[in-house]
């Protein structure tokens, strides 16, 4: 059994920082790809920024230069460290990490910014 905990949203002004946090335990050997999604309601999940297992991190277009994936192997937790916010980054956020075989997600953590 494998569980994911994020932490870390909440409600900031435009313009402002936030660090949203990911922690997975549980029968886990080794993690591959670590990655964070937002949803925002009526519309589909779509990728935020992924993290191999060494370290190559990948962004979407509307993040770029704003947001910073990071991940602590030793601890089994990926960071997304959000700078410069918008009010269009306003979302759902989720953490995905694969595994052999298989993968899983967190239960989602609002960010909301406010103009």
């Known amino acids: 059994q494998v569980q994911l905990v994020e932490s870390g949203g909440g409600l900031v002004q435009a313009g402002g920082s936030l660090r949203l946090s990911c922690a997975a335990s549980?029968?886990?050997?080794?993690?591959?790809?670590m990655a964070w999604y937002r949803q925002t309601p009526g519309k589909q999940r779509e990728l935020v920024a992924t993290?191999?297992?060494?370290?190559?991190?990948n962004y979407a277009d509307s993040v770029k230069g704003r947001f910073t994936i990071s991940r602590d192997n030793a601890q089994n937790t990926v960071y997304l460290q959000m700078n410069s916010l918008k009010p269009a980054d306003t979302a759902v956020y989720y953490c995905?990490?694969?595994?052999?075989?298989?993968?899983?997600w967190g239960q989602g953590t609002q960010v909301t910014v406010s103009s």
């Open positions: 995905k990490i694969t595994v052999p075989w298989d993968t899983y």
């Open positions: 549980g029968s886990i050997f080794s993690i591959n790809t």
């Open positions: 993290i191999s297992s060494g370290g190559n991190s």
